[in-house]
């Protein structure tokens, strides 16, 4: 995926997110519009209803108590008696049967009102609702002659939204799953791009590092057949092959190491072993560098109990790796501190120097295969990336843990965790 193209995808997925986020917005107005419509309507049809049974000529005249009936001596004797049906029938019963013969069980509170808008019927519960009965934006009438019957919803958009409520829910876990696979593909995208990156970087270091001991290993073998050359002199091109054949061999071992325990195909060959001793050999075998270096190397080995179930080539290699770390980063005199201490669960191993150190920034990343911290225009460091990530694996196949402590300029602390028992995944691999 080229690097011009990304830019492109995320700029048509980011327009297709958003053309679906309003296109869902819009249908569910539309769908929310189209529903207050249809309770209009129902309600109309209600209300006809009930001024049907209200004003039918058949019906007898009642009589009430005239608790809500108000003003009626101002009303002609058809409205009077209209007036007087709805204080003697059961209003709310009235209502709720014509509402539920159209699907409404909303639940609303009614009034009756003369031609200048004064109650003749209110019950007590429409008293503070006055207002809204008679507002056309939220009242709904029905004509009884000179008289109208208005009802008021006071819960109408709850009601509204409750009918709306599957559907409304369906668009929102949609949008969210839309929004949730697009966050992902970004990622995946931005995650793709940096791995193409790291890998572009990573032959380009690999190339150049085989470079220089291929170039070393041709040129020696070009003096070795000269004949002018006495032993001395072969002598030390012998030497400088078998160092470069080493280097190159390091090299390799690390990039297999790398892939090895990132595809998971990495075994482990436990067996009980002395973690002070390991150290003491690592260190003892690395005496030569670390002299020709002037690398100071200080043991403080206290844990009580160091014997643990180990596998001796990882192990070592992680510690190799570790204090190679520690003098490629190492500032003048380089000074390394390995220090043991007995833990409840195992053994607590710290390397600690006095390098040039890391920034926060990069500390939660330098385990990332691949990954190193930058250091500007400063190329006198080489690497792949790969040994923190070879470290992590390694203490993770043996049910350990790995942790990073520095300070810009003050240098950096690792603390290997390792346990006295592994669990059962651990001793499968």
Do not use: C
Request: charged content about 20%.
């Amino acid at each position: 995926m080229t690097g011009r193209l990304i830019p492109w995808m995320v700029g048509s997925m980011t327009v297709a997110m958003l053309v679906v986020v309003a296109v869902q917005v819009n249908w569910l107005e539309s769908s929310a519009k189209l529903r207050k419509e249809v309770f209009d309507q129902s309600v109309e049809q209600s209300l006809q209803i009930v001024a049907t049974w209200l004003t039918a000529g058949h019906l007898d005249e009642v009589r009430s108590d005239d608790r809500n009936l108000l003003r009626t001596d101002e009303l002609a004797p058809e409205e009077r008696m209209v007036v007087r049906r709805m204080e003697s029938f059961p209003m709310d019963s009235l209502l709720t049967i014509a509402f539920k013969e159209q699907g409404i069980n909303a639940v609303p509170v009614f009034g009756a009102f003369n031609r200048y808008g004064q109650p003749v019927f209110l019950p007590e519960d429409a008293e503070d609702l006055q207002d809204e009965l008679l507002s056309p934006r939220t009242g709904y009438s029905v004509t009884l002659g000179t008289l109208q019957f208005r009802v008021h919803f006071p819960r109408l958009p709850r009601y509204l939204m409750g009918q709306m409520l599957g559907a409304f829910a369906l668009s929102v876990v949609m949008m969210l799953l839309i929004a949730a696979i697009f966050a992902h593909t970004l990622v995946a995208i931005q995650r793709t791009k940096r791995l193409d990156r790291l890998q572009r970087d990573l032959v380009n270091n690999l190339t150049h590092e085989l470079k220089t001991p291929i170039s070393s290993i041709g040129l020696a073998s070009e003096a070795l057949a000269d004949p002018s050359f006495d032993d001395t002199a072969k002598k030390h091109y012998l030497s400088l092959i078998r160092e470069e054949n080493k280097r190159l061999g390091v090299l390799v071992e690390n990039v297999l190491r790398a892939s090895l325990s990132e595809s998971g195909a990495m075994r482990l060959y436990m067996q009980p072993l002395n973690v002070h001793d390991l150290v003491k050999n690592v260190v003892k075998n690395m005496a030569m560098r670390l002299h020709k270096q002037g690398a100071k190397v200080e043991l403080d080995l206290t844990a009580s109990n160091p014997n643990l179930m180990l596998d001796r080539i990882h192990v070592t290699n992680v510690l190799f790796n570790l204090i190679d770390n520690a003098m490629k980063y190492a500032k003048e005199d380089p000074h390394i501190v390995i220090h043991s201490e007995q833990t409840p669960d195992g053994l607590s191993l710290h390397i600690q120097d006095n390098g040039i150190g890391i920034a926060k920034e990069h500390l939660g990343k330098v385990f990332e295969r691949l990954y190193r911290v930058p250091t500007g225009n400063v190329h006198n460091v080489k690497g792949f990336g790969l040994g923190l990530s070879y470290v992590k694996n390694v203490l993770e196949h043996h049910g350990g843990s790995v942790h990073i402590a520095s300070q810009p300029g003050e240098g950096t602390t690792l603390t290997l965790n390792l346990p006295f028992e592994q669990s059962d995944k651990t001793e499968a691999t």
